[in-house]
T-cell receptor, first 114, second 115 residues
Framework: ETGVTQSPTHLIKTRGQQVTLRCSSQSGHNTVSWYQQALGQGPQFIFQYYREEENGRGNFPPRFSGLQFPNYSSELNVNALELDDSALYLC?????????????FGQGTRLTVV | AQKITQTQPGMFVQEKEAVTLDCTYDTSDPSYGLFWYKQPSSGEMIFLIYQGSYDQQNATEGRYSLNFQKARKSANLVISASQLGDSAMYFCAMRYNTGRRALTFGSGTRLQVQP
């Protein structure tokens, strides 16, 4: 059983550019959530995907978008990058049918916008 | 709206001693789950312990126990016999059992274990 893996681990982008972050969920998990963690803060929920459809969204603008694929892997896309988008982006997977199960997190992608 | 409060930005503990990390929450929903995660400097969030709102007993997982006081809306994490490897950020989080099942995190507590 493989865990949650994210790529890339680090990324530097210029303000105004677009970025795509990737996440492979744990085997058997059909729900993927994305979180943004700014330096010194707790993670903030961006959105969640369940069976390839968005299943909830946090307080993030539309330039944050996502996809989930048939194999339950996922992408987070951010357009028109701003300096404040610099953060650790965490992906978490879980089996949607078991509410008592913890979410399993990847190691994160550290994005720096300059 | 749900809210998690962790009032201790940083804590120090001597190796082999016990430490309590505080967490209070605010919700009007009767069905929810409470989680504690550990985040070392590498960035990965490591699940430690879970408590359901209807669970009658406090959760325990090895050296971790959760002191759940529902009426006070608190879910403190107790780490017994601290080890140097316990030094990390610790986050309390809550998730509703209905609707959007996202985790709401507190601001975290940085624990440093001293030899």
């Amino acid at each position: 059983e493989t865990g949650v893996t994210q790529s890339p681990t680090h990324l530097i982008k210029t303000r105004g550019q677009q970025v795509t972050l990737r996440c492979s969920s744990q085997s058997g998990h059909n729900t993927v959530s994305w979180y943004q963690q700014a330096l010194g803060q707790g993670p903030q929920f961006i959105f969640q995907y369940y069976r390839e459809e968005e299943n909830g969204r946090g307080n993030f603008p539309p330039r944050f978008s996502g996809l989930q694929f048939p194999n339950y892997s996922s992408e987070l896309n951010v357009n028109a990058l701003e300096l404040d988008d610099s953060a650790l982006y965490l992906c978490a997977s879980s089996p949607a049918t078991d509410l008592n199960t913890e979410a399993f997190f990847g190691q994160g992608t550290r994005l720096t916008v300059v | 709206a749900q809210k998690i409060t962790q009032t201790q930005p940083g804590m120090f503990v001597q190796e082999k001693e016990a430490v309590t990390l505080d967490c209070t929450y605010d919700t009007s929903d009767p069905s929810y789950g409470l989680f504690w995660y550990k985040q070392p400097s590498s960035g990965e969030m490591i699940f430690l312990i879970y408590q359901g709102s209807y669970d009658q007993q406090n959760a325990t997982e090895g050296r971790y126990s959760l002191n759940f006081q529902k009426a006070r809306k608190s879910a403190n994490l107790v780490i017994s016999a601290s080890q140097l490897g316990d030094s990390a950020m610790y986050f309390c989080a809550m998730r509703y059992n209905t609707g959007r099942r996202a985790l709401t995190f507190g601001s975290g507590t940085r624990l440093q274990v001293q030899p």
